[in-house]
């Protein structure tokens, strides 16, 4: 025979079990998901951007530096123009 008083707290202990159970499974999902944007952060930080120069764009800077006689070092690239000339004065 049943003590309906026992079943009422057994079925209350086993929902509250139920419960933070379940509130634990999602703080782990919130956790890894916060996980995961803190290295997607790091890591877009650490890729390196390369800057592709297009031949529109060199035949400016070409011209831009005959004009008014710019020369690049030895052993450098448009790169150096690029950082030396943040303004990009060619495309004025």
């Known amino acids: ?21 379940t509130g634990f499974c999602v703080s782990l999902i919130f956790i890894s998901l916060k996980n995961f944007d803190s290295e997607l952060i790091v890591q877009t930080a650490q890729d390196t951007q390369v ?12 011209t ?3 004009l008014n006689s710019v ?4 052993g450098e690239g448009y790169g150096w123009l690029l950082s030396n000339y943040p303004s990009h004065p060619w495309n004025q």
């Open 1 to 21: 025979m049943r003590n309906p008083l026992t079943f009422q707290v057994e079925s209350y202990i086993g929902g509250a079990f139920i419960f933070l159970f």
């Open 51 to 62: 800057q592709r120069i297009t031949p529109t764009q060199r035949l400016a800077m070409d």
């Open 71 to 74: 020369r690049i070092p030895k």
């Open 64 to 66: 831009w530096m005959r």
